[in-house]
């Protein structure tokens, strides 16, 4: 997905790490990095699974500051088809040193439905995965005033090594492109270009994602 939280997330026996990269923007005259890794306890699908996730939030600073994420989620609909997930999360609910909000203290709620749309091709089945979710703080279109955003998500794997997508953050316009080097291999490479109107707090950035 292109930034934004889905309803699906990690269970028992999930964990990964992510090394991120970011141009310069409203909150910062550098480029800049991050690293999260995370892990989930539960099963989603027989009962609830909790997703739990670390950010390192500048690697610049190493060690300086750090944010904590935190989500709970459900599959309520799961055939050979499709599957729908939804999640109540909580971004940034804790955090240390300075400036190591990054974003708001963020409660959220969302939903996310994945479609297989050429489901009798087992190599690239090519799912459609649909997102709509409601939230404060960074989710909201202001983040100096009250009240609630909306956020939504589509995304499509139009290939077994490619994926697109594009997302309403709450606060801008982004766009995503993912690359597999091997689908046997859960590496990720993702390429962000986030808030294409430079509508947010943290302006157009350009971010490089690696995650394992």
């Known amino acids: 997905n292109a930034g934004t939280p889905v309803g699906f997330g990690l269970e028992t026996g999930d964990a990964f790490i992510g090394i991120f990269g970011s141009t310069a923007g409203r909150l910062r005259d550098t480029v800049d990095g991050s690293i999260s890794m995370g892990t989930g306890l539960g099963d989603a699908s027989k009962y609830l699974a909790v997703e739990g996730v670390f950010n390192i939030n500048s690697i610049r ?26 999640a109540v999360g909580w971004t940034n609910f804790a955090n ?3 400036n190591a909000g990054g974003t708001p203290s963020s409660v959220y709620g969302a939903a996310t439905i994945s479609q297989l749309t050429d489901p009798e091709n087992l190599d690239s089945p090519k799912p459609l995965i649909a997102t709509l979710g409601l939230g404060g703080g960074t989710y909201r279109k202001s983040t100096s005033n009250g009240g609630v955003g909306v956020f939504a998500n589509l995304g499509y794997q139009f290939a077994p090594q490619w994926g697109a997508s594009t997302a309403w953050s709450g606060q ?26 430079n509508n947010s707090d943290a302006g157009t950035q350009l971010i490089l994602g690696v995650s394992y």
């Open 172 to 197: 801008g316009l982004n766009f995503g492109l993912g690359f597999l080097p091997d689908p046997t291999v859960p590496l990720n490479i993702t390429l962000t270009y986030s808030d294409v109107t």
């Open 96 to 98: 240390y040193g300075t």
């Open 61 to 86: 600073n190493f060690g300086s500051n750090g944010s904590f994420d935190l989500k709970v989620h459900r599959i309520v609909y799961e055939d050979f088809y499709r599957q729908v997930g939804v």
